[in-house]
């Protein structure tokens, strides 16, 4: 398959700023009870997490430059949250913070079906405005990744970017995060979109109302590995599974990795089997630790 056009070498990367707390119950949640949990999250207990983190690391690996436009609190979360971007070597100019706003955390909490809930505190951080620095840097950028976070800030950030801006849409069923008019605006709008099995229809379902031409969309199977789509080109790419309860941050992680070898000018197919192998080293490099 031949390489993508686009080299890009700056990038924005938008949505919810979470600080996570990863958990195991060792029973079912049956009624008023009181429950008992594991953290998953080895060293780090919050852990700051969020896809515009996770992706914005393995751009910045690849030796991109990597901006988030993302809201904070003035809060404990949202200094734990800004030292994780700093260690990570990501631009934080373009981060908003306000005192009228708290940092989104969530509660993870995985099921021994290997199904999971999700709770999520969003800060009111819908209703901040885009800071002038994200608007002005989303105007020159080269690539603007949108992931589930406020629709306000993603429906300004893809109205700033000019139309030679690669635009990826990592989707997830979330009607707060996508309401159907923004949907439809980004599958019409995006180069690349990320999604796993269960939300594939979601996405065919906005592509109706039109389709970049040379849209990619890059669909993770689990054990059943990625699929890959391109016009009339058609892959799928294998994954070795691993036995692990924590998943958190695999999927924007494999993105990451594609897109930042998408940006070096490598080919799609390279880039996706890269995304496997960093979502895997990902996983493998957690380990079990008691909460208490």
């Known amino acids: 398959m031949s390489k993508v056009s686009f080299t890009a070498r700056s990038a924005i990367v938008s949505g919810y700023a979470t600080v996570d707390y990863a958990m ?4 079912p949640l049956m009624g008023p009870t009181t429950a008992t949990v594991v953290a998953l999250s080895g060293d780090h207990w919050p852990r700051p997490g969020g896809a515009p983190l996770y992706v914005a690391r ?7 430059v990597a901006r988030l436009g993302v809201a904070l609190g003035e809060d404990a ?13 990501i631009d934080i100019a373009t981060i908003s913070r306000s005192a009228r706003i ?3 955390w969530c509660m993870l909490l995985y099921h021994d079906d290997g199904q999971y809930t999700c709770l999520i505190d969003r800060g009111d951080v819908d209703s901040a405005q885009l800071g002038t620095m994200s608007a002005e840097a989303a105007e020159s950028t080269d690539l603007l990744c949108i992931a589930a976070g406020s629709p306000r800030t ?25 309401p159907v008019g923004l949907m439809i605006q980004l599958a019409g709008r995006s180069d690349v979109i990320f999604c796993n099995a269960s ?35 058609k892959f799928r790419l294998p994954c070795m599974p691993l036995q692990i309860h924590d998943a958190t941050g695999a999927g924007d992680t494999l993105a990451g990795e594609v897109l930042a ?25 957690r380990s079990l630790r008691p909460a208490i």
Not at 58 to 64: F, P, S, T
Not at 209 to 216: E, F, H, M, T, V
Not at 265 to 285: D, H, N, P, T, Y
């Open 24 to 27: 195991a119950l060792r029973e």
């Open 58 to 64: 393995r751009l910045v690996a690849a030796g991109h």
């Open 77 to 89: 979360n949202g200094d734990v949250y800004l030292a994780a971007c700093r260690y990570a070597g």
């Open 102 to 104: 708290r940092t989104p």
């Open 154 to 178: 993603s429906a300004a950030l893809l109205a700033s970017v000019s139309e030679r801006t690669c635009v990826a849409w990592i989707a997830k069923r979330d009607p707060l995060s996508f």
């Open 199 to 233: 939300e594939r229809g979601m996405v065919d379902e906005v592509r109706q109302s039109g389709i970049r031409s040379g849209q990619a969309i890059i669909e993770t199977r689990g054990a059943e590995g990625v699929l890959v789509e391109q016009g009339s080109v």
């Open 261 to 285: 070898n998408l940006l070096s000018g490598r080919s799609l197919e390279f880039a996706v089997g890269r995304g496997i192998v960093a979502a895997r080293e990902l996983l493998a490099a």
